[in-house]
């Protein structure tokens, strides 16, 4: 079993639609968490960074963690055709010695005009 | 300022060679880590190095090799190169080597082993 689980895709969606992304893990150690955008033959971009359980939100763009369920969201409003990528999840532990950071596979997301 | 710096954008190398690639970081970053990333998969984590020295490893084998330098900058090596070490790598840059500072990817560099 992976440590993070993310569902592949692909997912199309047409424009102005609310997106939802998730991941699930199994590393308890986890505490660290994240979401990174990349589009095609480009490196990640690092969209949203969370600590612990709780939502954080910027501008259409919404994070949530549920530690408890081992659970993690992303959450894009009014998305645009621009929002058009893969979303990888990541995510790291305290104390392992290394900056590790252990991702999702990435869902590839389409917004359709 | 300048994210962070990969060369080169693509390389093409037969099975046994040899290859070096190249990072710069994030102005004011020391922490330097380096990522292999598959077709249709998420980044696999293989060195970090913060202050010139190895801070961790992930499941590689002893082919792959990396330094930093004075400067921060860091060189990824792989030793002879198998078809299966087709991949993005990525380098990422963190202000320092803490698990709470946050990671900025560069561009990557494409290699293709034939």
């Known amino acids: 079993q992976k440590e993070v689980e993310q569902d592949p895709g692909p997912l199309s969606v047409p424009e102005g639609a609310i997106v939802s992304l998730n991941c699930t893990y199994s590393?308890?150690?986890?505490?660290?968490f994240m979401w990174y955008r990349q589009y095609s033959r480009k490196g990640p971009e690092l969209l949203m960074y969370t600590y612990s359980s709780g939502n954080k939100e910027d501008g259409r763009f919404t994070a949530q963690v549920d530690k408890s369920s081992k659970y993690i969201s992303l959450f894009i409003r009014d998305s645009q055709p621009s929002d058009s990528a893969t979303y990888l999840c990541?995510?790291?532990?305290?104390?392992?010695?290394?900056?590790?950071?252990?991702f999702g596979q990435g869902t590839r997301l389409t917004i359709n005009p | 300022d300048a994210g962070v710096t990969q060369s080169p954008t693509h390389l093409i190398k037969t099975r046994g060679q040899q290859v070096t690639l190249r990072c710069s970081p994030i102005s004011g970053h020391k922490s330097v880590s380096w990522y292999q990333q598959v077709l249709g998969q998420g980044p696999q984590f293989i060195f970090q190095?913060?202050?010139?020295?190895?801070?961790g490893r992930g499941n590689f084998p002893d082919r792959f090799s990396a330094r930093q330098f004075p400067n921060y900058s860091s060189e990824l090596n792989v030793n002879a190169l198998l078809l299966g070490d087709s991949a993005l790598y990525l380098c990422a840059s963190s202000r320092t080597a803490a698990s709470y500072n946050e990671q900025f990817f560069g561009p990557g560099t494409r290699l293709t082993v034939l």
């Open positions: 190095y913060y202050e010139k020295e190895e801070r």
């Open positions: 590393n308890s150690a986890f505490q660290y």
């Open positions: 990541a995510m790291s532990a305290i104390g392992q010695g290394a900056q590790k950071l252990v």
